[in-house]
C-alpha cells in the first residue's frame, strides 16, 4: 500500500481529482480574466522556506526582497518578478501566469536566472472566494508528489503566496514556502528600474 500510495499512478489520480472537483461550477463561473489585478504593482516581500520538506524537518530560513508584477495582454496574463538575496545567496525569478479563456482557468509557470528555462509543466487553477490553488505533479527525493501553490488577498495593500506539498494524492499538506507581500507602489517600472533603463538607453546611442 505504501508503494502505490507514492507510485506516479495514483499522484496522477489524485491531480486529476483536485483539477476536476470545481469543474461543474466552472461552466458557469465569471470571466476570471482579470482575478489577478489586485496584484499589479511593487511589492516588498518577506519570505519563509522549509529546507526539507515531507523530511519531519522544522528548520525554516527567512530572506526579505522585492517582486514587481506587471500585467500582460490587458490582464489576462501576467509576470511577477522577483528579487532578492537569500541565505544561501542572490535569487532572481520571474512567475508566468496565464489565464485560458475556453477551461477559465490559470496557469502559472517559474524559471529563475541561474535555470534560464520555464519549469516543464505548470501549474493549474482557478480562483475561488478570492484565493487561487495551482496544482501540479513534480518528482521530489525520486517519488512524484503533488504540488500545490496559493495565491490570495489578505487586505488592501497585502497578499501571501505559499506552496505546500502533499505525499499521500492530496490528502494532507504541508506547507514549505510563505512570502507575505506589502504594497510599495501600484508602478510597475519603479524608480530604480527606470533609471537604469535611461542609463542603457543613453549608453546606445551613437
Not at 486529476?16 to 470545481?22: E, F, I, P, T
Not at 490570495?152 to 502533499?166: I, L, R
Amino acid at each position: 500500500m505504501t508503494r502505490l500510495l507514492h507510485s506516479p499512478m495514483f499522484t496522477t489520480l489524485g491531480l486529476a481529482a483536485l483539477l476536476s472537483m470545481s469543474a461543474a461550477a466552472r461552466a458557469d463561473s465569471h470571466d476570471g480574466s482579470h482575478d489577478f489585478d489586485f496584484t499589479f504593482g511593487t511589492w516588498t516581500e518577506h519570505s519563509r522556506r522549509l529546507l526539507h520538506p515531507l523530511s519531519g524537518s522544522n528548520e525554516w530560513v527567512e530572506w526579505d526582497g522585492r517582486t514587481v508584477v506587471r500585467k500582460i495582454w490587458d490582464g489576462r496574463a501576467n509576470m511577477a518578478e522577483f528579487k532578492g538575496v537569500t541565505p544561501s545567496g542572490p535569487l532572481e525569478l520571474i512567475a508566468l501566469r496565464v489565464y485560458n479563456p475556453t477551461s477559465r482557468q490559470w496557469s502559472l509557470n517559474f524559471a529563475t536566472l541561474k535555470v534560464g528555462k520555464l519549469g516543464d509543466v505548470p501549474g493549474v487553477g482557478e480562483f475561488k472566494d478570492g484565493r487561487i490553488d495551482f496544482y501540479d505533479q513534480e518528482p521530489l527525493n525520486g517519488r512524484a508528489i503533488l504540488v500545490r501553490f496559493s495565491v490570495y488577498s489578505t487586505g488592501a495593500n497585502t497578499h501571501v503566496s505559499e506552496q505546500a506539498y502533499s505525499a499521500d494524492g492530496g490528502k494532507t499538506w504541508e506547507v514549505n514556502w510563505v512570502n507575505r507581500y506589502t504594497l510599495e507602489s501600484r508602478n510597475t517600472e519603479p524608480e530604480g528600474d527606470r533609471a537604469a533603463l535611461r542609463e542603457e538607453g543613453r549608453s546606445r546611442k551613437p
